[in-house]
């Protein structure tokens, strides 16, 4: 089994960078790809960003480019996701995943095995 757990949410006001971590343990030899989704209130998850194994390839749901990067540190079996210019908008809870190789776009929930319990982001105008 492989457990996920974020940290760094947290409140912000329109403008403001705020980074999640996520770190990955027990059998994380089994995760391809690492990646994060959010999910506001009424809302179905939805797809942010996601990064392979080797850093190689990057994904990135249109409304973040430029504004969101992620990375990933394979010694330390992390994930984060710096974000910066923070909108309203961006207000969900935010939820790491791990997932095997699938050869496709890592976009959809259902290709993550392991999730974390969530990381809440409040952004104020």
């Known amino acids: 089994q492989v457990q996920m757990v974020e940290s760094g949410g947290g409140l912000v006001q329109a403008g403001d960078s705020l980074r999640l971590s996520c770190a990955a343990s027990?059998?994380?030899?089994?995760?391809?790809?690492m990646g994060w989704f959010r999910q506001a209130p009424g809302k179905e998850r939805e797809f942010v960003a996601a990064?392979?194994?080797?850093?190689?390839?990057?994904y990135a749901a249109e409304f973040v480019k430029g504004r969101f990067t992620i990375s990933r540190d394979n010694a330390k079996n992390t994930v984060d996701l710096q974000m910066n210019s923070l909108k309203p908008e961006d207000t969900a809870v935010y939820y790491c995943a791990g997932g095997g190789y699938s050869g496709s776009g890592y976009r959809t929930p259902s290709e993550y095995a392991y999730w974390g319990q969530g990381t809440q982001v409040t952004v104020s105008s």
């Open positions: 027990g059998r994380t030899f089994s995760i391809y790809v």
């Open positions: 990064i392979s194994w080797n850093g190689a390839n990057t």
